[in-house]
């Protein structure tokens, strides 16, 4: 069974499928987890994609350093993200 999405779509009913991601319906393949990448994030089941601040790559923030750039007198901290190259860690 398949419904439409916002997008016009074809959306797959997850319990039909073992090989798709229980989320959403997409085909994830049989060496996949239960979700595909973007629900994962999107849950807090993987941690979400930062851009680094010096070079713009993109990678899971994890991989990234996180830099405070708030000010003195923000009361919730900013962070921003650099990448391993541009850090010169192994972060």
């Known amino acids: 069974m398949t419904e439409q999405c916002a997008d016009g779509t074809d959306r797959r009913d997850p319990?039909?499928?073992p090989?798709?991601?229980s989320r959403c319906g997409v085909h994830i393949g049989l060496g996949g987890d239960d979700y595909c990448d973007p629900?994962?994030?999107e849950i807090g089941a993987k941690p979400p994609i930062r851009?680094?601040?010096?070079?713009?790559?993109?990678a899971p923030e994890e991989q990234m350093e996180s830099v405070d750039v708030s000010g003195p007198?923000?009361?919730?901290?900013?962070?921003e993200y650099l990448c391993s190259a541009?850090?010169?860690g192994d972060a």
Do not use: L, N
């Open 19 to 21: 090989r798709s991601c």
């Open 86 to 88: 541009c850090s010169g």
């Open 73 to 79: 007198e923000e009361y919730y901290p900013k962070f």
């Open 51 to 58: 851009r680094c601040m010096g070079c713009g790559q993109q």
């Open 39 to 41: 629900c994962a994030r």
């Open 15 to 17: 319990t039909e499928d």
